[in-house]
């Protein structure tokens, strides 16, 4: 079984060659004419591309732009925000610190005589610390109260160290 064998056909020269050649009877006033459309297609398509790449570079630059806007803004406001929490945080801190170094105190006076004092100065610090559990579970935005709530219990605080300190001596 072989491969069928077609008939030879006469090639000319310029066809054989590969090179485009008018059909006979045409000059080249017609070429022009005849490519006059083709170069009209394709000089509209290659600016439509190019406009359709310029349209996509402003997109791709002002959409960056607008989402860095907007990371700024939220920035802006989370700011305020973390800062009086950090407030917040660091003055509960600073009184549970306070509460720890009285308790101390407290615990480590042994004389019978006093133990009334010492059993209501354990619950007035009991209630405070849960006071500041309160206040820890306030929002930031609510700073100003927090502040308040946190100086009453700072100006108890320091009426019992007074107390502890004129009793020691």
Do not use: H
Request: with cysteine; net charge negative; aromatic share 6%.
């Amino acid at each position: 079984m072989g491969w069928p064998v077609l008939p030879e056909k006469e090639v000319s020269e310029p066809e054989f060659m590969g090179w485009p050649t008018l059909p006979e009877g045409a000059d080249e006033e017609e070429e022009e004419d005849i490519s006059s459309p083709l170069r009209f297609r394709l000089i509209i398509g290659g600016v439509s591309v190019i406009i359709m790449l310029a349209i996509l570079v402003f997109s791709y630059f002002y959409t960056r732009e607008q989402s860095q806007r907007r990371e700024a803004n939220e920035q802006a406001q989370t700011q305020p925000q973390v800062e009086n929490q950090n407030q917040k945080d660091e003055r509960i801190e600073r009184l549970r610190d306070r509460i720890a170094r009285i308790s101390k105190q407290i615990q480590m006076m042994n004389k019978p005589a006093l133990k009334v004092k010492r059993d209501i100065w354990t619950e007035n610090l009991n209630k405070f610390s849960q006071q500041l559990d309160g206040i820890s579970k306030m929002s930031s935005e609510q700073l100003p109260k927090i502040a308040q709530a946190c100086d009453e219990i700072g100006r108890e605080l320091d009426k019992i160290e007074e107390e502890i300190r004129s009793l020691q001596g």
